[in-house]
């Protein structure tokens, strides 16, 4: 039996392999990434009741924050960073991916593969903005 971080790491070659060009598109383009982002929070709505996909799905909820702050201007992303971070969003939201997303919690296990794999890979880069982020809300609080 492969480990789950292997078979992560094989969700994420192959997405990478399918994906990565439209993602590179997608991420230069500011009304793609937008349109990208409101497809990214109408599926995590559809599945917030859903308390198993609900953790699982919380990179996505960075992810989306990452661009948003990135696309205001307020932090700054590589453009190797931002395309990982479309890559993954890019791969949540399509429903017929790897494994089609129709198919019970198995038809995510290949999304949330991906998100993992991407976390992991920009774990670095999460830290920093997260750790931004918390400064920015600190900020805003002693206004």
């Keep these: 039996m492969i480990p789950f971080k292997e078979k992560s790491v094989n969700f ?5 392999q399918l994906y990565l060009e439209k993602a590179k598109v997608i991420a230069g383009e500011d009304s793609k990434l937008k349109e990208l982002l ?5 599926r995590v ?4 009741d859903n308390r198993k ?9 960075i ?3 990452m661009i948003s702050a990135h696309r205001s201007g307020s932090y700054k992303l590589s453009s190797k960073t931002l395309g990982l971070l479309v890559l993954g969003i890019l791969y949540f939201v399509i429903p ?3 494994i089609p997303d129709f198919m019970p919690f198995l038809g995510f296990t ?12 920009l774990k670095n880069e999460v830290e920093d903005f997260l750790s931004w ?4 809300i600190k900020t805003s609080e002693n206004k």
């Excluded at 994420?12 to 990478?16: H, I, L, R, V």
């Excluded at 409101?38 to 109408?42: D, L, P, R, V, W």
């Excluded at 709505?45 to 917030?48: P, V």
């Design 53 to 61: 996909l609900n953790k699982a799905i919380e990179p996505i909820k």
């Design 45 to 48: 709505k559809s599945l917030r």
């Design 12 to 16: 994420y070659e192959k997405a990478k």
């Design 133 to 136: 982020e918390k400064s920015q």
């Design 96 to 98: 017929m991916d790897i």
């Design 110 to 121: 290949d999304d949330i593969s991906v998100l993992i794999a991407i976390f992991n890979l």
């Design 63 to 65: 992810f989306k924050r």
């Design 38 to 42: 409101e497809k990214a929070s109408s």
